[in-house]
């Protein structure tokens, strides 16, 4: 279109502030609500940044706890170490190695499950695990894989709450562009009613 201004010139003609006597009382409003939630979105960033750092440290004091509980105990591997064929290597956040299943006891029970394993780690191989106070194998989460649910969790907020403000705009801009028509068509039904 030759006569259309460009995208930013038309958002700064929208303002809800604008002078333009051809703005209409329903384009102010949903000017407004479009400056509002943008400013809330941008708002939103720093309490999803503290909640994604109160995740991490959370997460943290986690790890450092089933860590203290955690006693190392030898495993008896019961098959040869293999890479887990599910595990497709561009899915893996982090190189999850070999594994095996083994066979530990704790206390005079007898456990058995999969552990992580030496990549050449034979059936018969001793391996030293961690295991929690009831015996069961401890999976260590380290700081990347805390880093990565608390960015995730930070961001997935950010995304809620941006979601919830452009629902808001969209909802809005239906309802206004229902009322805005309803007006065109009383003031065609006005029009097309002969004069008195």
Same mark, same amino acid.
Do not use: Y
């Given at each position: 279109?030759?006569?259309?201004?460009?995208?930013?010139?038309?958002?700064?003609?929208? !303002?809800?502030?604008?002078?333009? #006597?051809?703005?209409?009382?329903?384009?102010?409003?949903?000017?407004?609500?479009?400056?509002?939630?943008?400013?809330?979105?941008?708002?939103?960033?720093? %309490?999803?940044?503290?909640?994604?750092?109160?995740?991490?440290? =959370?997460?943290?004091?986690?790890?450092?706890?089933? !860590?203290? !509980?955690?006693?190392?105990?030898?495993? %008896?591997?019961?098959?040869?170490?293999? =890479?887990?064929?599910?595990?497709?290597?561009?899915?893996?956040?982090?190189?999850?190695?070999?594994? =095996?299943?083994?066979?530990?006891?704790?206390?005079?029970?007898?456990?058995?499950?999969?552990?992580?394993?030496?990549?050449?780690?034979? =059936?018969?191989?001793? %391996?030293?695990?961690?295991?929690?106070?009831?015996?069961?194998?401890?999976?260590?989460?380290?700081?990347?894989?805390?880093? %990565?649910?608390?960015?995730?969790?930070?961001?997935?907020?950010?995304?809620?709450?941006?979601?919830?403000?452009?629902?808001?705009?969209?909802?809005?801009?239906?309802?206004?562009?229902?009322?805005?028509?309803?007006?065109?068509?009383?003031?065609?039904?006005?029009?097309?009613?002969? #004069?008195?």
């Amino acid at each position: 279109m030759a006569g259309r201004a460009p995208g930013p010139v038309r958002w700064w003609r929208l !303002q809800p502030c604008s002078r333009n #006597p051809l703005m209409r009382r329903t384009d102010r409003v949903e000017s407004a609500l479009v400056a509002l939630v943008v400013v809330l979105v941008l708002l939103w960033v720093p %309490v999803c940044a503290v909640v994604g750092t109160e995740t991490f440290a =959370s997460l943290q004091q986690q790890s450092r706890t089933l !860590q203290a !509980q955690s006693r190392p105990v030898p495993a %008896v591997l019961l098959i040869d170490a293999v =890479s887990d064929p599910q595990d497709e290597p561009a899915m893996r956040i982090i190189d999850t190695g070999t594994a =095996s299943w083994a066979r530990w006891t704790v206390d005079g029970r007898e456990h058995t499950g999969q552990v992580p394993a030496p990549p050449q780690a034979r =059936s018969g191989d001793t %391996v030293t695990i961690e295991v929690g106070p009831d015996g069961d194998l401890r999976e260590a989460h380290g700081s990347t894989e805390n880093a %990565v649910l608390a960015v995730s969790a930070a961001c997935g907020l950010w995304a809620a709450g941006a979601a919830t403000g452009a629902a808001a705009v969209t909802g809005t801009h239906r309802l206004l562009v229902r009322s805005r028509l309803r007006g065109w068509d009383q003031a065609w039904e006005k029009f097309a009613q002969p #004069p008195r």
